[in-house]
């Protein structure tokens, strides 16, 4: 009988992805192991391994396909003999066992997300007045959200499936009307924008959903509160110099923000309690000094994370920042290596920024936002003086971290910043 690929969950909460490439082909005979697709998710894009073996008998989800939710069917093999049947539809039940994998480089990292697993959208179809439709998780949302009657929408994906695109366009309908008074009421929907000649639109990425969906979780649902200070850092940049002297004998390059990195690393270290993320049972302090390092890239921020930094200097926080930063940029990183991380660094200074506020990514306790290093004139003794100063803003979870406590963290960054030799003792 044949097999169903199915769309596999890349990460502990992703509900739905971006079929971005197919390997393979109708006809093509697929072994076990073999790379079938590329599925793009909220950061990075990865490769599928088919799990059985078999020809393929039919492509159900095109490549390009936004919105695949977990579980779909996404393409079909055919078992030695066999014939290919009707296509099934894409937001059918799965099947017994998913028959599509992830690369193995793509497990989940020793520090995932702390929010719970998602539930996927039901994805069976629905019935009406005794009829069957057939519509994608996202196709019934939007459906939903804009009172759109399913029943009147001739379906443009596979088997007439009905997709995003066949909704959007369409009028609201009498069905939400016709829902009984106990149906729960759908959030408000913004009022269209008006284009004209000109205007473009720009359909959404993954990774760009994702964020704008956790900065807003983070913004209802944490109670931040900001500390900024100015910091001297002519010490780190005579100190940085001193150690690329060294470093690019073997072929590296330290930055201000490598050197940063260690110090937030070593004041955590310090810190253990701001080290910490909230849950509504209990605070989770962690073990391990984990630092996120905000990376812009042409899909979105991501935030690769360097481990253990408190335990490495500032050249192979160097190198290992080089790397992942580079395999961020093509979407190549894997899950545990941007997964987790207690901590993160949004750096703006490369773009003349002196001081900004940064939004804190849950499940962690504070971000800091670091500033352009500029000379100044400032008062040392009773002289005016010159010296390079930034200003670090630091954003907190007052639930994990209060005022006092945050005010202290600041205070050791500022000592490891203005005396470098600090980290060293």
């Given at each position: 009988?044949?097999?169903?690929?199915?769309?596999?969950?890349?990460?502990?909460?992703?509900?739905?992805?971006?079929?971005?490439?197919?390997?393979?082909?109708v006809g093509d005979t697929v072994k076990s192991g073999q790379v079938v697709c590329e599925i793009e998710t909220d950061k990075a894009t990865m490769e599928?391994?088919?799990?059985?073996?078999?020809?393929?008998?039919?492509?159900?989800?095109?490549?390009?396909?936004?919105?695949?939710?977990?579980?779909?069917?996404?393409?079909?093999?055919?078992?030695?003999?066999?014939?290919?049947?009707?296509?099934?539809?894409?937001?059918?039940?799965?099947?017994?066992?998913?028959?599509?994998?992830?690369?193995?480089?793509?497990?989940?990292?020793?520090?995932?997300?702390?929010?719970?697993?998602?539930?996927?959208?039901?994805?069976?179809?629905?019935?009406?007045?005794?009829?069957?439709?057939?519509?994608?998780?996202?196709?019934?949302?939007?459906?939903?959200?804009?009172?759109?009657?399913?029943?009147?929408?001739?379906?443009?994906?596979?088997?007439?499936?009905?997709?995003?695109?066949?909704?959007?366009?369409?009028?609201?309908g009498t069905a939400a009307a016709a829902a009984p008074a106990s149906a729960p009421r759908t959030a408000p929907v913004a009022q269209p924008i008006v284009?004209?000649?000109?205007?473009?639109?720009?359909?959404?990425?993954?990774?760009?959903?994702?964020?704008?969906?956790?900065?807003?979780?983070?913004?209802?649902?944490?109670?931040?509160?900001?500390?900024?200070?100015?910091?001297?850092?002519?010490?780190?940049?005579?100190?940085?110099?001193?150690?690329?002297?060294?470093?690019?004998?073997?072929?590296?390059?330290?930055?201000?923000?490598?050197?940063?990195?260690?110090?937030?690393?070593?004041?955590?270290?310090?810190?253990?309690?701001?080290?910490?993320?909230?849950?509504?049972?209990?605070?989770?302090?962690?073990?391990?000094?984990?630092?996120?390092?905000?990376?812009?890239?042409?899909?979105?921020?991501?935030?690769?994370?360097?481990?253990?930094?408190?335990?490495?200097?500032a050249t192979r926080i160097s190198v290992e920042m080089k790397d992942l930063a580079a395999r961020a940029k093509t979407g190549k990183l894997k899950l545990?290596?941007?997964?987790?991380?207690?901590?993160?660094?949004?750096?703006?200074?490369?773009?003349?920024?002196?001081?900004?506020?940064?939004?804190?990514?849950?499940?962690?306790?504070?971000?800091?936002?670091?500033?352009?290093?500029?000379?100044?004139?400032?008062?040392?003794?009773?002289?005016?003086?010159?010296?390079?100063?930034?200003?670090?803003?630091?954003?907190?979870?007052?639930?994990?971290?209060?005022?006092?406590?945050?005010?202290?963290?600041?205070?050791?960054?500022?000592?490891?910043?203005?005396?470098?030799?600090?980290?060293?003792?």
């Open positions: 009988m044949s097999i169903n690929i199915l769309m596999p969950a890349l990460s502990p909460t992703m509900t739905e992805g971006k079929l971005a490439k197919w390997h393979v082909k599928v391994e088919a799990v059985d073996e078999g020809k393929v008998g039919q492509i159900v989800v095109p490549e390009g396909t936004e919105g695949v939710a977990v579980n779909a069917v996404i393409a079909v093999l055919l078992e030695e003999g066999e014939k290919a049947g009707a296509a099934p539809a894409a937001a059918a039940a799965p099947a017994p066992k998913a028959e599509a994998k992830p690369a193995p480089q793509a497990s989940p990292g020793p520090r995932a997300s702390g929010a719970p697993q998602s539930e996927p959208e039901a994805r069976g179809p629905e019935k009406h007045d005794g009829a069957r439709i057939f519509a994608s998780p996202l196709a019934k949302r939007i459906a939903a959200e804009k009172g759109v009657d399913l029943k009147g929408i001739k379906g443009s994906g596979p088997n007439g499936r009905i997709v995003k695109a066949d909704v959007e366009g369409a009028k609201p284009t004209v000649a000109g205007d473009q639109r720009i359909p959404h990425t993954a990774v760009r959903k994702v964020i704008a969906r956790r900065m807003l979780e983070s913004k209802q649902t944490v109670p931040h509160f900001y500390l900024t200070m100015e910091m001297e850092i002519d010490a780190l940049l005579a100190a940085r110099a001193a150690i690329n002297v060294i470093a690019e004998k073997k072929g590296a390059k330290v930055s201000v923000n490598d050197m940063v990195v260690k110090a937030c690393a070593m004041a955590l270290r310090d810190h253990p309690e701001c080290n910490a993320s909230w849950t509504e049972d209990e605070m989770i302090q962690y073990g391990a000094v984990d630092i996120s390092v905000a990376v812009a890239t042409d899909r979105g921020l991501i935030t690769p994370i360097v481990r253990n930094a408190d335990m490495k200097g545990e290596e941007f997964q987790g991380g207690g901590f993160t660094i949004s750096n703006l200074g490369m773009f003349g920024v002196t001081h900004f506020s940064a939004i804190i990514n849950p499940p962690q306790a504070m971000i800091l936002a670091v500033g352009v290093g500029e000379e100044r004139v400032v008062a040392r003794k009773g002289q005016a003086v010159v010296r390079t100063m930034m200003n670090c803003t630091l954003a907190v979870d007052h639930r994990v971290v209060d005022g006092a406590m945050g005010a202290q963290f600041m205070q050791t960054l500022k000592s490891y910043i203005e005396q470098p030799a600090a980290m060293l003792a």
